[in-house]
């Protein structure tokens, strides 16, 4: 990414106090007015001048669904130079990644492109969104505490987003957004942009938590929690772990605790432990008993067992009650991801000693960490398309909201399939992972650019008013375009068809 000019025409790119001089193009691709000399690019790199003519630089990306003899479709990516013959081998999408912006808004969208589909007219609009009010919501597969929610999280010093609610074995972020975008410091929105466009380009961040840890992420890789880069995703809570391997830890064990910051779970006391007629062991554990079994706050959160900021298990136990407890006694104690686990035999004077774990119940640890998912970084892109760019696709904008709202319009992003919210607006959300690479750039408002597009019937597209006399064939596309035609992949559908 280039160095972000001040808002002001940036440096090398002339003055704007008047008309520019006749080497120098004006870019209204967004607000900032870049006036490029020939030869180079704008602020965003997005743009440039070429032989006196405003150029989107990269070249507009279309899908090929190819398929081979064995009816089987191409890995999604296999990128290949358009060699002219694609149209002869299957049906081709635009996208919106190169294809440009309809800023200012009253344009109609760069591409808007007919297309067949199952014997039905229809059509796809087709621009890169100029998104101020955007964010990245960060699903983190770890059992280890991150900081508190609500707690900021900073790159490179600037706050960038914060901390969210804790999901089932995975922590949150929210991060970017029009706050930091806008409602910062200048290096605020700037550090704020930078960080939002690796994320959706899939590039590695490095964020710190205040109050928490140092975090390295990257969409769809394993999380890097203080430097440790996290394997495994939790099996389930402390209480669900019990339920899960209940019956075979059933006589080879007379108890176990499994260790989690949230829900720490005692075999014996529940459910799980009656129905196997197994006695209580007498055990007590620290925290808020919250059910038999169930307990809460055993220790702080931290980045030891099962989320806690113990290393020693023992530091959660109370004692035994005297009266029920037995010396002799078997007991297992471990994380939710069985990572750590130490087992233990109950002496005379009902002290715990370590003892070496015995085979079959050592089994059942390892199915715990058999059961566990790999860890992985989610990452998804969060917008509001609901704002100017639908003037792009239609005269009567709310029209497009309504459509879509209706399913009479599927929206995608760089031909990935997004989940709009329900409500007022166009708030859509996409996994990162789907889209093409590199499909998120940036302009120094500053805002995220994105693809969008919108397909639907052509006779949908007419009556909500849509701008039918730019609606041109794929074949045009091709032969006054510059493209980068792509195979199209099983991870996403076909975005010309029903609505998903
Ligand atoms: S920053 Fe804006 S005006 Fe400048 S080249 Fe990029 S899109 Fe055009």
Redesign the pocket.
């Known amino acids: 990414m280039t160095e972000t000019p001040d808002l002001d025409p940036?440096e090398g790119?002339g003055v704007s106090d008047g008309a520019p001089s006749s080497r120098k193009v004006?870019?209204?691709?967004?607000?900032?007015?870049?006036q490029?000399s020939e030869g180079r690019?704008?602020?965003?790199?997005?743009?440039?001048n070429f032989k006196g003519v405003?150029t989107r630089v990269d070249p507009v990306v279309l899908f090929k669904k190819v398929t081979g003899a064995a009816g089987e479709i191409t890995s999604f990516l296999e990128s290949q130079d358009w060699d002219g013959s694609v149209v002869a081998e299957g049906p081709l999408f635009v996208s919106g990644v190169g294809s440009g912006?309809t800023?200012p808004d009253y344009k109609p969208a760069p591409f808007i492109v007919s297309s067949r589909h199952e014997g039905v007219d229809m059509v796809t609009v087709v621009t890169e969104g100029?998104f101020s009010y955007c964010s990245f919501k960060v699903k983190i597969d770890t059992d280890r505490w991150l900081g508190p929610e609500q707690a900021t999280v900073r790159c490179r010093g600037e706050a960038v987003g914060h901390v969210t609610t804790a999901e089932y074995g995975s922590q949150m972020l929210s991060l970017g957004g029009v706050h930091h975008l806008t409602g910062g410091t200048k290096k605020e929105g700037r550090v704020t942009c930078e960080l939002m466009m690796d994320l959706g380009n899939r590039k590695p961040v490095e964020l710190q938590i205040e109050g928490g840890s140092q975090l390295l992420i990257e969409a769809g890789k394993a999380p890097v929690v203080n430097g440790v880069e996290e394997r495994r995703m939790r099996v389930g809570c402390g209480s669900a772990t019990i339920g899960i391997f209940a019956q075979q830890w059933h006589g080879q064990v007379d108890e176990v605790v499994v260790v989690d910051d949230h829900i720490t779970g005692v075999l014996t006391e529940p459910q799980a432990g009656r129905c196997l007629a197994m006695p209580p062991s007498g055990i007590k554990i620290k925290g808020k008993k919250s059910t038999p079994g169930r307990y809460f706050q055993v220790a702080k959160p931290g980045t030891g067992w099962g989320g806690t900021d113990i290393t020693d298990p023992l530091s959660i136990v109370a004692g035994f009650d005297s009266k029920v407890a037995k010396p002799g006694q078997r007991i297992l104690m471990v994380s939710t991801t069985g990572e750590d686990a130490e087992f233990f035999v109950l002496d005379q004077d009902l002290k715990l000693l370590a003892a070496p774990l015995p085979g079959p119940v050592r089994a059942v640890v390892q199915r715990i960490g058999e059961n566990c998912e790999p860890a992985l970084t989610t990452v998804l892109f969060l917008a509001g398309a609901g704002g100017s760019l639908r003037a792009g696709v239609t005269d009567n904008p709310v029209r497009l909201t309504r459509s879509i709202k209706d399913l009479l319009v599927n929206v995608t992003c760089g031909g990935a399939p997004v989940y709009v919210w329900p409500g007022g607006g166009i708030t859509l959300m996409v996994d990162v992972t789907r889209m093409p690479e590199n499909s998120f750039g940036w302009?120094?408002?500053p805002a995220i650019?994105a693809p969008i597009e919108f397909s639907m019937r052509l006779s949908d597209y007419s009556a909500l008013g849509g701008h039918m006399d730019r609606v041109r064939t794929v074949e045009d596309v091709l032969r006054n375009e510059r493209v980068h035609v792509v195979s199209w992949g099983e991870l996403n559908p076909w975005p010309v068809g029903p609505v998903q």
């Open positions: 940036p790119l004006v870019c209204n691709a967004c607000p900032v007015l870049c490029i690019t704008g602020a965003c790199d997005r743009w440039g405003l912006t800023y100029i302009v120094p408002t650019v």
